[in-house]
């Protein structure tokens, strides 16, 4: 151990043998020497310490003026410079060629420079923004417009396709290839599918028979390649989604890009599958309808003849007495002639003979022409210019023989009166009016058993 009392250093130990204490070592040191000496070394130890921290302060104080003092301030500089980013600052210069003079000056030139070109890169960026703004009002407006312009298609394209939806006709466009791009409400409803199932299929594929896809198809791409034009009407079958099969008439257009090239066809149909069938069956009607006409128009050329024989049948009688009349100067007087061949020297009696054998001979011609006449079939082209009068009067001197001779051989007397106005021209046939009036007259006749008066009249008709 080691303790110290009154200036005495005393050091102790204990002495052992094999672990076991046998003595002690007792040392005792007089101190007070050695701490004189060591007050003095303390002493001046403290003295050169107070007078190195006086150098030293007066040194710092003289560094502080020459170094300290610009790096301070190019310090604050630096500060100010990386922090508010304000290039504009400059450090002091102390107009020194040292080191810290050079760096000053170097230091201010750079923020100078970078002065310089953060003012361009401003001007730059600012120039940029511009621009950039610029360029983004013009495509915010842009936007706005295609937007607009969008909004309006699809507006547009919606009522497009209420209006096809309403339409009574089929709509179906399709592109190059054939394929369904556009279909109506319509279109759907005849071909049994839905637009689902259409759109993007081969119109051709789905819908054409296979009698005639081939001619159909080779059209479609004359079409699309320019070989021909659009075919504007045609009509092709079409088959549903059931198997059943519908006639469609179609009227077709092309439909162009921006630069004119055919992209595809837009086609509008109607389903005429009744109607065909509706004119099949009434070409059909018509042709027994004509049938029935001919046969009704040669029943009744028949009716119409026979009338005329039984009208002829009624006037034979007088006819025959007309004839007779006729033939008995005729006879007469050649008889005459061929017996007294001295009548030959008598020019005058030979001359009234002649002349009353052709009166005779000219009474039985118009007879025979007035038969004719109303004999023979009426064309109904033979349309003219007619006087009713003279109609009138031609049909009483034909029936005369019937109402007048054969009639007063009965006992019957009957007196036929006419009480013709001014009445102009009328276009028709001769042959048929004169039938009629004679069937009027005959008709007439035979109604009136006790006899009487038939009266014909004509006049214009007043206007109502």
Not at 177 to 183: L, P, W
Not at 247 to 270: K, P
Not at 338 to 355: A, E, G, T, W
Not at 448 to 464: K, L, Y
Request: net charge negative.
């Amino acid at each position: 151990g080691i303790c110290s009392e009154q200036g005495l250093l005393i050091v102790f130990q204990e002495i052992r043998f094999r672990n076991e204490l046998v003595g002690w070592v007792y040392v005792c040191a007089d101190m007070s020497g050695l701490y004189e000496q060591l007050l003095r070394f303390a002493g001046t130890a403290v003295l050169i310490l107070f007078l190195g921290i006086f150098v030293a302060i007066f040194l710092a104080l003289r560094l502080h003026g020459v170094v300290s003092r610009p790096v301070s301030a190019l310090t604050r500089v630096v500060r100010d410079v990386s922090e508010a980013r304000n290039y504009s600052r400059r450090a002091d210069d102390t107009g020194r060629d040292d080191e810290l003079g050079v760096l000053t000056r170097g230091f201010n030139e750079m923020l100078a420079q970078i002065q310089q070109r953060d003012k361009s890169l401003q001007e730059a960026r600012d120039h940029l923004e511009a621009k950039v703004e610029e360029r983004t009002q013009a495509l915010r407006q842009e936007m706005t417009h295609r937007f607009q312009a969008q909004e309006k298609l699809e507006v547009q394209k919606r009522q497009a396709q209420q209006y096809l939806d309403i339409a009574a006709v089929l709509f179906v466009a399709l592109n190059s290839r054939g394929e369904i791009i556009m279909v109506n409400r319509k279109c759907c409803e005849i071909t049994g599918y839905s637009e689902t199932e259409l759109v993007g299929k081969s119109w051709f594929d789905l819908t054409i028979p296979e009698a005639e896809k081939e001619l159909v198809l080779s059209t479609f791409q004359d079409i699309m390649s320019g070989r021909t034009g659009p075919h504007d009407y045609m009509e092709n079958l079409l088959v549903r989604k059931d198997g059943q099969q519908r006639l469609i008439a179609w009227h077709n257009t092309v439909i162009r890009d921006h630069v004119g090239t055919v992209v595809g066809t837009l086609s509008s149909g109607s389903d005429i599958t009744e109607r065909k069938q509706m004119e099949l069956e009434l070409e059909a009607a018509n042709r027994q309808l004509s049938a029935a006409l001919d046969e009704i128009k040669s029943t009744q050329q028949k009716v119409i003849q026979n009338e005329r024989l039984r009208a002829l049948g009624q006037m034979a009688s007088g006819i025959a007495h007309d004839f007779n009349n006729a033939l008995v100067p005729i006879l007469g007087y050649s008889d005459y002639i061929l017996s007294d061949p001295d009548i030959l020297n008598h020019k005058d009696d030979l001359r009234q003979m002649v002349q009353d054998i052709l009166r005779a001979a000219q009474d039985a011609r118009e007879v025979v022409r007035h038969l004719r006449e109303f004999y023979r079939p009426a064309d109904e082209s033979e349309f003219g210019s007619i006087s009713l009068n003279e109609l009138v009067t031609k049909a009483i001197a034909l029936t005369r023989p019937r109402w007048k001779e054969e009639m007063a051989a009965s006992g019957v007397s009957i007196q036929v009166e006419t009480a013709l106005g001014q009445v102009p021209s009328v276009r028709g046939n001769e042959s048929q009016i004169t039938q009629a009036i004679v069937n009027l007259v005959l008709n007439a006749v035979d109604a009136m058993r006790q006899g009487g008066t038939i009266t014909i009249s004509t006049r214009v008709q007043e206007s109502w």
